[in-house]
């Protein structure tokens, strides 16, 4: 009666579960049996429907009409997801590990705006976060591709965080530099109200959007940001080169792992299955896998 | 009198055609030829022209006065047009192979929008998809250069594909979290008239198009959004990056022609001396060149 | 009395010139003597004087006052120039190859308009077209570093060109077919006018310029334009990825030429003059030169 | 009681210090003790708090309010920070040395303006700049990892500072003969009003900045700032290139860390197993792990 968790394979102690608990485990987690795959298709549909309310909602023309019906539905989904997020902690194996893993906070926070709606008006907009949990419904169509591409490019980010880092601070000063210079050239007669109001508009005219609502009016003004957007254009191509070069060495080192056991040579692709310089076998297990 | 086409010289069975399918096939198909080149070129002159009007059409002062020959002149070219279609797939091979394929659908949906027109005004505008014909044309110079190029692209792009699907839905989440809080935080009052408004901002924002339509007014909302930009500065270093990397992969890749003599697998890289699928030497005297 | 000219050393006839053009073509094309400097930095010095000239006189307020000074410096300048283009003609060996250079036809558009201005209102204006001269005297430093580059640049450049040239006609097609459907959505109330305009707006967009005079309006046109905004920051990263391959190439061809005489092996620095592979010596005479 | 600064440890000839500016030194320019960890968290405190006076201070409802707190909170930093300089002078080994490096300029830079304002009005917004000291307090965590990122940062801007120059000069022409033609296509009527105003418009759109406080009205206009546009989206694809392959470039041979035992020299290749210059065995043991 009592069997061990798919899951829990990796773990060396075996656990017990009951049998219920291992039934809703499999459809909720897993999408290997029909009622695995039948409920992600339908949590995507739900988590798409619900997304849609939430901005049927916010269209005043539309909310005007048909306030009460919107309202139902929503709370028919937030219930719904609610049962969903207890079903997955009571039959998950170690309920704290997914409660703070990525998509375990972002079930959580799916369902909270509804609730801290009650208290606090418009709050229950930030529902729209529930489409983050699109993201998970990815296992239904190979997951395992999935994982290693984001893999590649978490690893990527991770090697570019830091530099990323310290070139934020960098723009943040360089930034606060040419604001305070396009407050004392254009002055407040101009737009450039304040100083944090100017380095938004550096922030703007640095990162290429220029919306236009604060813009130089005077020569000097326009030479002096003529010039910030020339930097600009030269620092853009910093985290772009960065990231490039990151992504470039991430997607490198996922190839690239075995050596030949017999010339010791490595550079071998994932599927090779012969050393491509002494004609060695190098991995025989990979003619299934891989 | 009955030859063998040209094209099908990959089919294994021989096909037998009339001469004049042939004919039609070498004037419309090829390039070869006086009366092929004749065409291509008229073609490309005609697709222009044609173009041109759809243009002059749409210009309410230019319409008004030439109306009727800009009409009867568009009727002439769609005519022609359509029989060239007729003659494509007459002289093809395998018409449905021709139907299905990128150019055959150009080269319908260049027809239908006049047709439609008939009944629903308006639709004859789309009679400008026209010009996507005009990458059929590239076949008069250097056509196996530019197959080969578009191979690397298009290699690069798929290779690429599934990681810039996995990026959209990041940052249409992404563009959903932050319309709903510029929602909230700068209201209906500063132009965040609701939730899809925000997200058309965010997106607007984001890509740095920056129309200036819709911006943010209070120090709060201006803060935040300055942080969004900052962050897009940062994601927008991904795609570029994942491409870049995925350009030069494929175009190392596409270098590699050789096929292995044994199992005839291809994808070896350039210093392979022995195949990496079945261990066999490919290419020996590459021992000298490196 | 009759000397050989330096430049013509490649040439295998000697070319004999009379000493007073050898003069000139010392002064004017070389950097090595004094008198060849002090022209160059002269030049320099007139050609940033020269373009100041005319964004003065585009200024109606500076031209109202100074008008006729600016005239007479002017012409001054463009005489000067004029003369310098005569002797350059005169003194250089093959001045037919000069006429038809780059420079040869920067040098002629720079006094032209001045000419031009003579019988056409306006045209003077574009004897800003003066400032690229800048370019040349990059030769008063570091001439072989700068030339070495920008070949590393063009060779890349021609390499991606082709390709270039495929994307900016799918470009046109991509712009041609969201204006159309943009000017069918919007409508001439919207400010989408006529085809052309769309057009024009929807380049706007695709590069994420986004002025904002034309934007869309309604609820449909604004979806529209987000995924065109996307798709545009999607297309964006290809041809920066093309060209960042290129360039990755070009740098790496630029850089690896020598095999190892004894083991064979390619991909040595140029700076290496033991291969890093065997230890034995590449090439000896690099000790001076690299 | 003389002991020899830590700092001079390069240094062959030992200098000898008095025991308090050593205690001075090892607090202000190291973070290994305990003092040294708290001087400079403080500071970051100091740093940050700072830039948020002057930032206040510059916002009309803000200053009205608390002018005399804010100033007299402003002149409490400075004086501090003055302090901090005259000490960092006073304990350093080589003084000069340290006012000529970047962080003494910062440094001399932060307290300046607030010296200034006292005779020139608007100048003390300046203390933004103090901001930039930010960069200095990374060494509290990781500080070698950080230098070495920067490093390979510099390195690749070092290397791609010439060909960005290069590519300036380019980019000035290119908008000035831009900023000229639209000058004379479009017209005083439609915002163009001068040359230099016009080189603005041209700098907003080559970087995709697009305010729209100046756009093209005529359809002439409009056709010749698509292609500007266009080329924008090309150039801008240059520098990214660069500035990635330097990038890689410099990430690559920053890896290479041992030195030749014979010649001395740097600059390996990882796969080196032999000199480059003198022909030494560099690494044996590189033999098996490649």
Redesign the interface.
Known sequence: MIQKMPASSKNKEKIYVSPWRQKIYEVIFEADTKAGKAFDVLLLVFIVFS?IL??FE???SIEKEYSTGIKIAEWIMTILFTFEYIARIVSVNRPLKYIFSFFGIIDLVSILPAYLGLFMQ??Q??M??R??R??RV?RIFKMI??IR??DV?IM??KASG???L?F??????FT??N???M??VEG?ENGF?????S??WA???L???????I?PKT?MG??L??II??S???I??????????????A?KESITTQ?CPSC???G??H???????????INPELDETG
Not at 193 to 197: E, F, G, Q, W, Y
Request: aromatic share 14%.
């Open positions: 997304f939430v901005l916010s269209i005043n418009g709050t907009y930030l729209t976060v489409i983050f699109l993201l990815f591709q999935f591409e984001a490019l990527a980010l830091y530099k990323i310290v934020l601070i960098f723009i943040l000063s606060a530099m604001g305070t210079i407050y004392i407040e109200t304040n100083i944090p109001i380095m938004y922030i703007v005219t990162t290429t959007v220029g919306y236009g609502d813009a020569p326009q030479f940001s003529s957007m020339l600009g254009y030269a853009l191509a910093v985290p772009t080169g960065i990231v490039s070069v990151e992504l470039g060495l997607s050596t010791l040579k490595e071998h692709d599927d090779a299955i012969y050393c491509k310089y002494c004609g060695e076998e």
